[in-house]
C-alpha cells in the first residue's frame, strides 16, 4: 500500500487561511490523492481528490507538487467547524482494477482558535 | 438524496459473542466497503461487496464476514468477539472507481 505522511496537528486561527502538507514520494503514476476529514463522534467526510492538476472545490483547494511526491491542502479561510481530523490518502487499485480502497494514517489534528 | 446510514449507533456486546452490523448505502450506489477504526487510530480496511459480491478484503480473519443485499445494503458480522473488536465500524458506499462516501458509524463496545 502506498504511504503518506503528515504532521500529527497543527493550529490555525479563525478565519485565516491553513494549509496541511502531506509527503507521498512513493506514489505511483496512476494513484489518486484523496483528501477526508473527521469531525468528532462522526464518520470521515470526502474533502477533494486530484491525480496530477490543482484541484478547488467549495469546501478546499488542493495543491499537487509538479513530482507528485507531495501535496496541500489549502482550506481558504478556516472556521471552528474545520477543525477536525485530516487524511491524505492514496487511493489503492484491487486486481480488477474497477473498485479501490482508501488506505488512512493516522492524519493531521488541526485546531482553530478563536 | 439519502445518505449512507448505519444501524445501530451503539451496542455493547461480550466476549465470545456474535453481532451483525447495518449499512443502507447513499441511493443507486452499487459498492459498500467496510472499516474499522479502533482508537485514536485512522480506519482500517475490512473488506467490500459489489453487486452483491466480496471484492475485495484487507487484514481482517475470518470471523469477519458481511453480505450484500439486491438493494446495495449490506451487513457486516462478527463471530467469536474479542475485547480488541471493540471500535467504531464504518461502511462507505460508492459507484466503482468513484468518492466512497462514509455512513456516520456504528460503535462497538466488547465486554
Known amino acids: 500500500d502506498a504511504k503518506t505522511t503528515q504532521p500529527n496537528s497543527m493550529e490555525s486561527n479563525e478565519e485565516e487561511p491553513v494549509h496541511l502538507p502531506c509527503n507521498h514520494s512513493t506514489i505511483s503514476g496512476t494513484d489518486y490523492i484523496h483528501w477526508y476529514r473527521q469531525l468528532p463522534s462522526q464518520g470521515p467526510e470526502y474533502v477533494i481528490h486530484g491525480l496530477t492538476s490543482n484541484v478547488n472545490n467549495r469546501m478546499a483547494s488542493l495543491a499537487i507538487a509538479e513530482d507528485r511526491k507531495s501535496s496541500t491542502l489549502i482550506l481558504h479561510r478556516a472556521t471552528l467547524r474545520d477543525a477536525a481530523v485530516y487524511y491524505c490518502i492514496l487511493r489503492d487499485h484491487f486486481m480488477g482494477g474497477s473498485n479501490y480502497k482508501l488506505t488512512f494514517g493516522k492524519g493531521t489534528l488541526l485546531t482553530v482558535n478563536p | 438524496e439519502t445518505g449512507v446510514t448505519q444501524s445501530p449507533t451503539h451496542l455493547i456486546k461480550t466476549r465470545g459473542q456474535q453481532v451483525t452490523l447495518r449499512c443502507s448505502s447513499q441511493?443507486?450506489?452499487?459498492?459498500v466497503s467496510w472499516y474499522q477504526q479502533a482508537l485514536g487510530q485512522g480506519p482500517q480496511f475490512i473488506f467490500q461487496?459489489?453487486?452483491?459480491?466480496?471484492?475485495g478484503r484487507g487484514n481482517f480473519p475470518p470471523r469477519f464476514s458481511g453480505l450484500q443485499f439486491p438493494n446495495y445494503s449490506s451487513e457486516l458480522n462478527v463471530n467469536a468477539l474479542e475485547l480488541d473488536d471493540s471500535a467504531l465500524y464504518l461502511c462507505?458506499?460508492?459507484?466503482?472507481?468513484?468518492?466512497?462516501?462514509f455512513g456516520p458509524g456504528t460503535r462497538l463496545l466488547v465486554l
Open positions: 441511493s443507486g450506489h452499487n459498492t
Open positions: 462507505a458506499s460508492s459507484f466503482p472507481q468513484e468518492t466512497q462516501y
Open positions: 461487496y459489489y453487486r452483491e459480491e466480496e471484492n
